[in-house]
Nanobody, 115 residues
């Protein structure tokens, strides 16, 4: 059974930092491209960042320079380091593991940026 379990979501003040983690079981993430997506209140899910099996990363323009996606194949985890958080970063954040034949999602973790 494949599971992706996100953690680390919290309420944080604008300008603050958070680190989200995604722990995978049932798959070897070394075989997958990993990604973080988010769904703001009342909006559709959107791409935040991805990292390929080879370690190349890509970011949405809205988070570039503030967020960093990290993969640790040895620990079978992926993380999202978020800095300089803004109220518009408020969303449920989802971890994704994807390759040609399969795609898996976690249940999400809530990030709220508010003073």
């Amino acid at each position: 059974q494949v599971q992706l379990v996100e953690s680390g979501g919290d309420l944080v003040q604008p300008g603050g930092s958070l680190r989200l983690s995604c722990a995978a079981s049932g798959i070897d993430i070394a075989l997958y491209h990993m990604g973080w997506y988010r769904q703001p209140p009342g909006k559709q899910r959107e791409l935040v960042a991805t990292i390929t099996r080879g370690g190349s990363s890509n970011y949405s323009d809205s988070v570039k320079g503030r967020f960093t996606i990290i993969r640790d194949n040895a620990k079978n985890t992926a993380s999202l380091q978020m800095t300089s958080l803004k109220p518009e970063d408020t969303a449920v954040y989802y971890c994704n593991a994807e390759r040609v034949v399969s795609s898996y999602w976690g249940q999400g973790t809530q990030v709220t940026v508010s003073s």
